[in-house]
């Protein structure tokens, strides 16, 4: 991965918001920005520099990963305090608000209160626009959750519970050699496909029923999302009008997509065209959100969101429909904005599955 | 669950800390005061009550999981706004070190600096010692844990791959009805069982292997750890040597729990014993650690840990060897701490397993 260009992008986002360098700590921004994976420790980013400082455990991990891209100190003090050593050295130390207060205290002891600087998604920024690598890496994460979608449909039955259904799609992504699901996979059926946050639970799916099934998998670091709804059975008139609102949605969601345009004008093209069916109460969350090394990060696909999309952000696509009592559909895709428009990276057809 | 009781212990301890009120905000400390199993939520406690401020996600939930030991607020603008807003009239505010820094600009700017006060892990010091209610849950998932092993034990062939074995156990947990893996499963053969946290990788176990397999679940909101290590083929004398070791210096470390003895105690019981026949340099980790809503909790029982173990308590008692190029045996089960000694948990014979 270029982790030098992108080390080489924060040091100029450092000069502009005036810091002399920035400590790093979350896991995250490590992974982006290093290549590390282990689970304890903190980078040290300055106009010529990056140190990572961490623990015994990772003494041949570390160097391994990351040491094309930072030099690795193994601390026996503990990591926090190498780290805060060393940025005694600065005059001006930043720090990610999103640290812990722990963190902060430890730091206003080791450096000065006066000398910290708080700043918020500084890394998280430029994560927003994926290169091509990475790119590869979410396509490759999005076919695996599509081919273990598409493998785990045919074993759908109505007396099978949604937590098995759940642990199937799992199971499969681990076997293909997903690192793990990206989220509590979702299966809802029915009644209980209307709550956008159901989990999966021991009831059985059941015969003629709506379910929704939103499930994503962590490979070689970089996230998946993708949400289908499905019926068990014949669907009538009533589920199958509710499937066309929401797919008509998210497909004009995707179309108004492209480098420029602002989140909130894709949100618009969803809500809009809901709202005119007369759903709009019932679509009570946002149309996206960004993924890549985590599965929510920036930018959020909202109302309020005036930001304009780049070219390589990459983004779900996600509408959804919730009628109480009777059942809900979502329909999500993953996209990369691209200048002239949506490139959809998830294969699977989107056309209503009755199962049966 | 006695979450009245848990709230009456816990206002003992805010008197006890001179403070008004505590903001809690860690999930695991809501779930044991509470009940309120969502991944958003700020809990405020004074001296006569809980309030539990949610967004409308749970709006159903909330008072269904919590509204017994505490009431709910649905915030409509925002968790932490509301929280902060009715903590204003108290003199000392009480909040978690935990917290992130973010939630402590939020709570200075809206409390005042000078009325904050960070209070380390005082929920977290009540968990410590669990109730016979809590100790049955655990159970359940450690028996749940077992089973799961002792299925899984007979699929495991050579040319299975680690994480295909990791992948087969998650999904019987799943299925067996735990909500999810408590940590990322390790399954770790030959040379690579010699990394006392490898993770479960692409390559097939092979034959005459160590094979370690480190595995939890999270069953109604407790964790269960186990660990065990077979042997994919016949042992020769230095893999058998090696296992008698640490299943020596395991039940030496088990029969040294009771009631007020040192962390520091049960931790030496192993390593003595480990040193003593020459593999000290081979055992780079504590003997356990404290389990319950989450996996790793209070105590440590590790070297330099000199509190006595209190009655009620629960943990694992893990030691292992780790002989680089060679391969590595750890042992785990999990023990409440009694009057009398330990009470062991995890029912999985511990003679060495050869399989095939």
Do not use: W
Request: charged share 25%; with cysteine; aromatic share 6%.
């Amino acid at each position: 991965m270029n982790h030098a260009a992108r080390l080489e992008a924060l040091r100029h986002v450092l000069a502009r918001e005036r810091v002399d360098c920035l400590l790093v700590g979350a896991r995250a921004n490590i992974f982006y920005l290093t290549g590390f994976t282990g689970s304890a420790g903190l980078l040290l980013v300055d106009e010529s520099r990056a140190v990572l400082f961490t623990d015994g455990r990772y003494a041949v991990q570390a160097p391994e990963e990351a040491g094309a891209a930072a030099r690795v100190v193994i601390c026996k003090g503990g990591i926090e305090k190498a780290a805060l050593a060393r940025a005694k050295g600065y005059r001006r130390v930043g720090f990610e608000a999103s640290a812990g207060y722990r963190f902060y205290q430890a730091a206003a002891d080791g450096v000065g209160a006066r000398r910290l600087r708080a700043r918020d998604g500084l890394v998280e920024q430029l994560r927003l626009v994926k290169d091509e690598q990475e790119i590869a890496r979410i396509r490759d994460s999005v076919l695996l959750n599509s081919r273990i979608f598409e493998e785990t449909v045919p074993s759908i039955r109505p007396e099978v519970a949604e937590q098995e259904i759940a642990a199937e799609l799992e199971y499969r992504m681990r076997r293909a050699g997903a690192e793990r699901p990206a989220f509590e996979t979702i299966v809802a059926a029915g009644p209980r496909s209307a709550m956008p946050h159901a989990r999966a639970g021991p009831r059985p799916v059941g015969k003629n029923a709506l379910l929704v099934l939103d499930h994503g998998a962590i490979l070689a670091g970089y996230a998946s999302d993708m949400t289908r709804t499905v019926f068990t059975g014949k669907a009538g008139e009533r589920a199958r009008s509710l499937y066309e609102v929401v797919l008509e949605a998210q497909q004009r969601a995707i179309a108004s997509v492209r480098a420029g345009v602002r989140c909130s004008r894709v949100d618009y093209a969803a809500r809009a065209y809901i709202r005119e069916r007369g759903y709009g109460a019932y679509f009570p969350h946002s149309t996206g959100h960004g993924l890549g090394v985590e599965v929510h990060e920036a930018p959020r696909v909202a109302a309020r969101q005036k930001m304009p999309l780049p070219a390589g952000a990459v983004i779900t696509i996600e509408p959804g429909v919730y009628v109480p009592g009777f059942g809900g559909v979502r329909i999500e895709d993953v996209v990369v904005v691209r200048e002239q428009g949506a490139q959809v990276l998830t294969p699977t057809p989107k056309r209503l599955l009755e199962l049966g």
